[in-house]
Nanobody, 115 residues
Framework: QVQLVESGGDLVQAGGSLRLSCAAS????????MGWFRQIPGRTRELIAS???????HYVDSVKGRFTISRDNAKNTMYLQMNNLKPEDTAVYYC?????????WGQGTQVTVFS
């Protein structure tokens, strides 16, 4: 069974930066697209960034220009560089493959941004 482990979350002041990592026990090179999601308590999980096997990327407007998604297939790892963080970025962040039946969700990593 595939395991996803997210890490890198922290408590950070607004304007700061964090780099999240997503380590997969599966070979992510076979997956066309991977994505980062975030979930705020009481709200549904939201896809905020995706990256294809050709490294084409897509972002939701709220993070565009501030977040950068990347993947290292050799390490089975995906990253999310988050700059100029805002309090509204506070959430639990998850990663997954963008396939018809997503892999089991990891525990996520908490990002808390204070002003």
């Amino acid at each position: 069974q595939v395991q996803l482990v997210e890490s890198g979350g922290d408590l950070v002041q607004a304007g700061g930066s964090l780099r999240l990592s997503c380590a997969a026990s599966e070979n992510i090179a076979v997956v066309n697209a991977m994505g980062w999601f975030r979930q705020i308590p009481g709200r549904t999980r939201e896809l905020i960034a995706s990256i294809s096997r050709s490294t084409s990327t897509h972002y939701v407007d709220s993070v565009k220009g501030r977040f950068t998604i990347s993947r290292d297939n050799a390490k089975n790892t995906m990253y999310l560089q988050m700059n100029n963080l805002k309090p509204e970025d506070t959430a639990v962040y998850y990663c997954n493959a963008l396939i018809s039946e997503p892999w089991p969700w990891g525990q996520g990593t908490q990002v808390t941004v204070f002003s």
